[in-house]
C-alpha cells in the first residue's frame, strides 16, 4: 500500500498524557487523586475537550465538589502545558515523514486554551498541513463525525491515510471508515509502523 497521509493525536502520541503523573508534578499527591477524580474523570472533562464547556465554566464545574481546590483547579488547566513533555521519538518521526513529503494532519481532542499554548510552544505543529482539534469543530474522537470531517476537509483517501493514536477505542472508529488506524501507547509501535511502512529509502 502506498501511504501518503498520516494523522497523528497528540496526547500520549506527541505530548506525554498519563494525567496522575502530570499532576503529581504539579501538586502533591493527595491534591493530585482528588484532581483527577474531580477534573478527568468526570463527564465534563470530555465537554470542555468538545467546546461546549469554556474553562471559566469548567473550573465552577470541576470545583464544585472541592470548592477549597479550585485555585488549583484553574492553574491546572491554565498551566498543564508547562508540565506535559514531549514524546521525542515520535516527534523526530514527524521531521522525517516531512521531509519525505506526506501530508501530514493533527485530529486530536483538546479544549482550546491549552492547545494554542501547545502549538505556540512547539514549533513542530508547524508542519501539519491541517490541525483538527475537538473544541475547535465541536466534534470529539471516538465519534466517526470528526474522522469523517478531516476526510472531508482534506479530501484525504482513507486507504491512503495513516492514524496514530494511544486510544484503542479512537483507533477502532477509524478502521471502521477504512482508514489506517495504529494504536500506538508507546512510541515502540510508532516506530515498528514507520519502519516497516513509511520509511523511504534514501
Given at each position: 500500500?502506498?501511504?501518503?497521509?498520516?494523522?497523528?493525536?497528540?496526547?500520549?502520541?506527541?505530548?506525554?498524557?498519563?494525567?496522575?503523573?502530570?499532576?503529581?508534578?504539579?501538586?502533591?499527591?493527595?491534591?493530585?487523586?482528588?484532581?483527577?477524580?474531580?477534573?478527568?474523570?468526570?463527564?465534563?472533562?470530555?465537554?470542555?475537550?468538545?467546546?461546549?464547556?469554556?474553562?471559566?465554566?469548567?473550573?465552577?464545574?470541576?470545583?464544585?465538589?472541592?470548592?477549597?481546590?479550585?485555585?488549583?483547579?484553574?492553574?491546572?488547566?491554565?498551566?498543564?502545558?508547562?508540565?506535559?513533555?514531549?514524546?521525542?521519538?515520535?516527534?523526530?518521526?514527524?521531521?522525517?515523514?516531512?521531509?519525505?513529503?506526506?501530508?501530514?494532519?493533527?485530529?486530536?481532542?483538546?479544549?482550546?486554551?491549552?492547545?494554542?499554548?501547545?502549538?505556540?510552544?512547539?514549533?513542530?505543529?508547524?508542519?501539519?498541513?491541517?490541525?483538527?482539534?475537538?473544541?475547535?469543530?465541536?466534534?470529539?474522537?471516538?465519534?466517526?463525525?470528526?474522522?469523517?470531517?478531516?476526510?472531508?476537509?482534506?479530501?484525504?483517501?482513507?486507504?491512503?491515510?495513516?492514524?496514530?493514536d494511544d486510544s484503542e477505542e479512537n483507533v477502532k472508529t477509524a478502521l471502521d471508515l477504512n482508514i489506517v488506524g495504529v494504536h500506538t501507547p508507546t512510541p515502540r509501535e510508532l516506530r515498528t509502523f514507520y519502519n516497516n511502512h513509511l520509511k523511504r529509502v534514501r
Amino acid at each position: 500500500m502506498c501511504y501518503k497521509n498520516v494523522i497523528f493525536d497528540v496526547g500520549g502520541v506527541l505530548l506525554d498524557w498519563k494525567p496522575m503523573k502530570l499532576l503529581t508534578a504539579m501538586f502533591d499527591e493527595k491534591k493530585a487523586v482528588l484532581l483527577k477524580k474531580n477534573m478527568m474523570d468526570t463527564e465534563y472533562w470530555a465537554e470542555l475537550d468538545r467546546g461546549s464547556l469554556s474553562l471559566d465554566q469548567a473550573v465552577e464545574l470541576f470545583s464544585k465538589n472541592i470548592p477549597e481546590l479550585k485555585k488549583e483547579i484553574k492553574f491546572a488547566l491554565k498551566g498543564f502545558i508547562d508540565y506535559l513533555p514531549v514524546i521525542e521519538e515520535n516527534v523526530e518521526i514527524i521531521y522525517k515523514l516531512f521531509e519525505d513529503n506526506y501530508r501530514l494532519f493533527v485530529l486530536s481532542n483538546f479544549h482550546s486554551e491549552s492547545f494554542h499554548k501547545a502549538y505556540n510552544k512547539y514549533d513542530f505543529f508547524k508542519m501539519f498541513e491541517g490541525l483538527i482539534i475537538s473544541s475547535h469543530v465541536k466534534m470529539i474522537k471516538p465519534e466517526k463525525e470528526i474522522y469523517c470531517y478531516i476526510l472531508n476537509e482534506y479530501k484525504l483517501n482513507p486507504a491512503e491515510t495513516v492514524f496514530f493514536d494511544d486510544s484503542e477505542e479512537n483507533v477502532k472508529t477509524a478502521l471502521d471508515l477504512n482508514i489506517v488506524g495504529v494504536h500506538t501507547p508507546t512510541p515502540r509501535e510508532l516506530r515498528t509502523f514507520y519502519n516497516n511502512h513509511l520509511k523511504r529509502v534514501r
